[in-house]
């Protein structure tokens, strides 16, 4: 190249302004990884295509470097700060090092750009743009012509809507090209479409979404297709362009051309070229008798033609024309790495989309595939991921009841009446650390209350303490089937971040270990407390939830008792004492139990002044009753109590006062049998007597019933007033007792308790609404429900290593307390669908609302409202290279715990299923395998030890899916490992259930896995805004994280490769 020497000089002695950029960076000549010199500092002036290299800023240009046919690599890490300039002549690289990362992306961008290659890129934008402004005028021009009528028409434009099946897309296509011309004879074409739809209202052109990259071939087949939700507005009047890039090759561990910061979305122009484009009418595909369009592809100006492009409409209930012999000869090798996703406002597609279902999902992303069979056949599947409102909704509830229950314990606490100063101290104590965690509660309940925005908790929001009950990435997973020869199916699988109470940390474990401790600290607490075990705590906590529930439906049983009394109705006076008998029976049951009498004793012993009548300690207290720290109990009580002893203890009183109740509603009882008796004798004897007279005696007997029932109704009153008084304190003083013996610690794990079950328990009731509703037309499973119980399958991928094993302590607690969550199916009276949660802690009914013509379709039992218990079990394999860390350096004895404690859960749950359900009620595809055979196979992988054995989470799902399960896949974010998990589960199921051809497997496990494409969303549309390089790597990362699940030999070798790598660069 000739040039002026001179001019370049002069050229480079501008003033700063002129120059496009300029700067310092460290510079030298490298030749394949080995730099000729150490890198030298240099002043960098960019102009045009032009860099010059000075020693300072002020000193003559000492090299220019021409910017032609060239391009930039630059290395993805985070901590890189250098890229390499290569040249197709082969004279060595140019390598620069800029001070920072910014810095070095701003260069790469500036010289990116600077080459003839970048200018023609955006000159075929701005052509693109111009046809696009051409479109518009010649529409609003033609519209100028239209008479004054038709015009006026137009200002509210009625548009034609596309007729199609209730709560199912409004348009689905797919696409393939043929005959594609290349820039070069020789080019192999990496090829994908983009799609962007003009709405017939507003002219304005939106990109909508794309397909995946097909790659070395003119004729590409796509397999991911187009999908409309129904809220989209697309009439027939809409048009849809269709634009065919190529991409430029790629690597996945460096990208060519400029290249923007990881965090911000890649520039529509970077890394491909325009091949062509074309427009079709959506009314024109719908219209169309064979409903397919073949289209010629042109170049931007309109005149050179490329190829052309089909457009097939799809309907997931219909059988597609046509075989697929003709690509299984050139597509199997096309590669996948792209697919574009598209996004409804809310609600979900698909024949379930009935109002309550709306009510807990939203945001829907749908993505359309078409996939051959094994028998050369197409089947369809759409994939589908949606938010849920029951990420807050479930533990604004929870808060809520926790609130009120610790309000009520605290009252409790105070209305102990009077203690020796020893004991008021504590009490106090314990009540004021109580109100501070209350006080909390309720800043956390009104923080969650103003919340607005995403109905999920992304994961870099799992530190905030205002989120810390929410779930993280709580959605809903779903693929729906449609293939040759078999019926339509779902699959639903639950993504969320495992439960964990991530805002206090893991620095001394999880729920697991801690719990663990404070027991046995509590056991060796001095004598200042009264120790109870953890089973007796539960058991006081339960008495007073019995005494808060029973009483007022015993006095309103009673109430109605004396009112049917008053109205003299034999059948109402029977209906009211059975209901008041059942009740009363249930009431004197709850005091059955030693710990009562026992607690009593010891809260007697708290008084400012006791002596015992008996000194010894109740009979079998050490075994059932307040299991004291000490034999010698009542006399170290004496010691405490500073004040001298005046009165007695009678134990046996309790007996007698409780003994009242059932005698009490003896009397009723037997006051009533003889009420009805005597009416029966009257009857028989006045049966022929004049009716007026009858009348009379009526009215006469009905006060003599009224007023004979009052005082017997009174007394049972009282003495269960007196019973529930003594109960209520002498529960509260136990309650007390466990409070004052791990203060803060005890109230600092129930909050992380509360935490961690809040977030465990949002997903499962997500799950079993989902479950319900897809399955209310399944008799088997309704039976199962409500005779059995629903199975609920966790998937933990967590390792065993550093904060993870925390994490998993955190969720295999929460998951277990699960077993105490109980559904109860009612008919919902209004249009708010939303589950409502009553009870206390370790004890909480869900109730789920289902609209009425739902509700008909459930068994008897189910709509009685009988209770329906869940079997949650957890199986955690990890699989990332900090588990690799764990295997060779640490520990997976929890692991292997975990997993061996869920799989005797999953035996009782098989056993109750085999005594108490037909054979026939599995589902249908399920018959080739034997549960048993799975369970023992389960139980062998587990057993055997093995270092990242994946088959244990293969095998849990299977048997999940076969008995009716609800199944969980969870990660520490729900993000990376979760995703590969679950297109991993998808595609393996394509393959084992519904003949997905063999060589497909990959690239249809490509196509689900791949996102680089998310681009073109909006930054509202991404679930993960403002955390894309934490949160959602590209596609480039899938694949060593793919074959984790594979091999954990691959993985070591990855790790041993990785950090040759990084010692190579730092050296």
Known sequence: MRFNAKDLASLARRPSGCFDKEGKLKICRVVGDEKLIEPRERWCRLKGNLLFLMKNKSSEASEVVILERCWIVEFRSKTAVSIVLKFQSGEPDLY??????????????????????????????????????????????????????????????????????????????????????????????????????????????????????????????????????????????????????????????TVRTSVLPDHKEPRADVGRSFLGCTTFRVG???????????????????????????VNLVKMGELEDGETDHITSDAQDQKCALVRECTATEGISGKDNLPSLNAVLKNPI??????????????????????????????????????????????????????????????????????????????????????????????CSKGEKTLEF?????????????????????YDVITVGAPAAHFQGFKNGGLRKLLSKFEAERRNTGYQCIYYSPENTAKAKEVLSNINHLQPLISSHADLLLNSASQHSPDSLKNSLKMLSEKTELFVHAFKDQLVRSALLALYTARPGCVLKKPAVPRNSAEEGGDLQHQDHPSQLKRQDSIPHHSEYDEEEWDRVWANVGKSLNCVIAMVDRLLEKENINNI??????????????????????????????????????????????????????????????????????????????????????KLHTSLHDQ??????????????????????????????????????????????????????????????????????????????????????????????????????????????????????????????LKEYYKLFTEKMPPDCLPHFQ??????????????????????????????????????????????????????????????????????????????????????????????????TGCLTDNKPTSRHFYPVALLLVSSHLLVVWLILSLALLLAKYQ
């Open 366 to 459: 749908c993505k359309l595939y078409r996939f051959p069979t094994s028998d050369n056949k197409w089947m369809r599947i759409r994939e589908q991921m949606a938010e849920t409102t029951l990420s807050f909704h479930v533990p604004k509830e929870l808060i809520n009841l926790h609130i009120k229950e610790d309000m009520r314990r605290n009252q409790e606490l105070k209305d102990l009446g009077e203690l020796a100063p020893h004991w008021d101290n504590m009490r106090k104590s314990v009540i004021a650390h109580c109100d501070q965690m209350l006080s909390m509660y309720q800043d956390t309940l009104a923080e969650l209350g103003k919340h607005t925005g995403s109905s999920f908790k992304s994961s």
């Open 780 to 905: 088997g499973f309704l039976q199962q429900l409500h005779t059995v119980g629903l199975l609920v399958q966790y998937e933990g991928l967590l390792s065993t290593y550093s904060e993870e094993a925390g994490m998993l302590e955190d969720m295999a607690v929460g998951i277990s307390d699960l077993q105490k969550v109980m559904f109860k199916v009612i008919e919902a009276k209004s249009e708010d669908f939303l589950p409502v949660i009553t009870g206390r802690r370790e004890h909480y009914v869900i109730e789920v609302q289902l609209p009425a013509k739902m509700f008909e379709l459930l068994p008897q039992e189910i709509k009685e409202g009988k209770l329906l218990r869940m079997y949650p079990v957890l199986f955690n394999v990890g699989i990332n290279e900090q588990q690799t860390l764990a295997e060779r350096f640490g520990d997976t004895t929890l692991q292997e715990n975990i997993n061996q404690e869920n799989l005797e859960l």
């Open 470 to 490: 929410i779930p993280i990435n709580l959605h809903l997973q779903r693929m729906h089937v449609h293939s040759p020869r078999l019926k339509d199916a779902l």
């Open 284 to 310: 024109d595909l719908v219209k169309s008798k064979e409903q397919q369009l073949t289209l010629t592809l042109r170049t931007s100006d309109g005149g050179k033609t490329v190829g052309t492009i089909e």
């Open 96 to 253: 620069l090092e800029a001070a920072s990362k910014p810095d070095c992306e701003s260069w790469a961008v500036a010289l990116g750009e600077a080459n003839s290659e970048g200018l023609q890129n955006k000159i075929q934008q701005l052509r693109r743009l111009i046809m696009e402004i051409k479109e518009e005028r010649s529409s609003d021009e033609a519209q100028q012509f239209l008479p004054s009528s038709q015009v006026d028409n137009l200002g509210e434009p009625q548009f034609t809507s596309i007729q199609r099946i209730a709560n199912e897309p409004k348009l689905e296509f797919s696409l393939a090209c043929k005959d594609l011309v290349a820039a070069t004879r020789d080019r192999k074409l990496n090829t994908f479409i983009q799609v962007s739809v003009v709405h017939p209202a507003e002219h304005i052109l939106t990109r909508y979404s794309s397909t995946e990259i097909v790659e070395g071939t003119r004729d590409p087949l796509f397999l991911t297709g187009v999908t409309f939700p129904p809220e989209y507005p697309i009439y027939e009047e809409t048009k849809i362009k269709l634009t065919v890039y190529d991409v430029k090759d790629k690597s996945q561990d």
């Open 685 to 770: 004897e006045d049966g022929e007597n004049d009716p007026s007279a009858a009348d009379c005696k009526v009215l006469h007997t009905g006060g003599d019933w009224y007023e004979q029932l009052y005082p017997l109704v009174i007394t049972l009153k009282d003495c269960m007033g007196e019973v529930v008084t003594r109960a209520k304190q002498s529960m509260a003083f136990v309650l007390l007792q466990e409070l004052a013996c791990g203060l803060p610690q005890c109230l600092m794990l129930t909050l992380r308790r509360d935490i961690v079950f809040s977030q465990a328990l949002a997903g499962l009731v997500c799950g079993f609404i989902i």
């Open 927 to 1024: 018959e080739q395998n034997d549960l048993k055979g799975l369970l023992e196979n389960l139980h062998q992988n587990i057993q055997a030890k093995k270092r990242k054995n994946v088959e244990i989470m293969w095998l849990a799902a299977t048997i999940c899916r076969k008995l009716n399960g609800v199944r969980f896949t969870c990660c520490k974010s729900a993000k990376d490992r979760t995703s590969m998990s679950v297109t991993l589960e998808q595609c393996s199921i394509l393959r084992d259930e519904h003949q997905l051809h063999k060589d497909f497997f990959i690239r249809a496990l490509d196509c689900m896995r791949s996102r680089q494409t998310q681009g073109a969303l909006n930054e509202s549309d991404d679930p993960e």
